[in-house]
């Protein structure tokens, strides 16, 4: 019986110890790479994509970035019920100043995101484009858009949505997870 407590509180430790390291391994990672993700310089671009999500501002961030004269076109993803208000009520409306496009993904992830602005940029010729979406999502999104749209000269870009994120720890360590999960599978998987 001695021995069945010594391993039990060998593994115990052995496992308590690994959670601790696995912790603060994922905190300072995805601190530092999707915690400090850093926006590229604003400049022209043929169309703003804005990815579903929440609605935290970004939609009418990707229409102000386009109206300060960075693209002429905003390409929004609506991945959201048919009943969404937010999305109904911009994309039922009429810009003179800017071209709005929504559009549900096919699938609704970042991979169908960038699939469907694949097929926008093909048709309308695009050479470059801005994704909005998180912060720390950024990495991800570059990684999957570059994956789709660079072996056709296009351009990407991204910038994060001006807000704060007012979380609690465990849920970073859920969203930094999430975020290095999509990376591998990009990676790996869901090649374009």
């Known amino acids: 019986m001695n021995f069945f407590w010594r391993t039990a509180r060998r593994t115990a430790v052995f496992l308590t110890a690994f959670a601790t390291v696995f912790v603060v391994l994922n905190s300072c990672a995805g601190f530092i790479i999707f915690g ?25 961030y990707g229409l102000e970035l386009a109206r300060q004269g960075l693209a002429s076109t905003v390409v929004l993803s609506d991945p959201y019920a048919s009943a969404d ?16 496009i929504c559009f549900s993904p096919d699938p609704a992830t970042t991979r169908g995101e960038a699939l469907m602005t694949r097929r926008l940029a093909l048709e309308r010729h695009w050479k470059s484009i801005l994704v909005v979406s998180w912060q720390y999502h950024l990495p991800r999104a570059r990684l999957v858009f570059r ?18 994120y007012a979380v609690p720890e465990w849920y970073w360590q859920y969203i930094y ?14 090649r374009c």
Not at 36 to 45: F, G, L, Q
Not at 85 to 100: A, G, H, L, Q, T
Not at 178 to 183: D, E, L, P
Request: charged share 25%; glycine share 8%.
């Open 147 to 164: 994956q789709c749209l660079s072996n056709m000269g296009i351009a990407v870009s991204a910038r994060a949505v001006p807000r704060s």
């Open 85 to 100: 208000e937010v999305m109904n009520r911009i994309c039922r409306r009429r810009d003179d100043s800017v071209e709005v």
């Open 177 to 190: 997870l999430y975020q290095f999960a999509g990376i591998a599978k990009a990676m790996t998987v869901d």
């Open 36 to 60: 400090n993700a850093a926006d590229n310089p604003a400049s022209h671009v043929d169309a703003v994509v804005v990815l579903g999500g929440e609605h935290d501002g970004r939609e009418g």
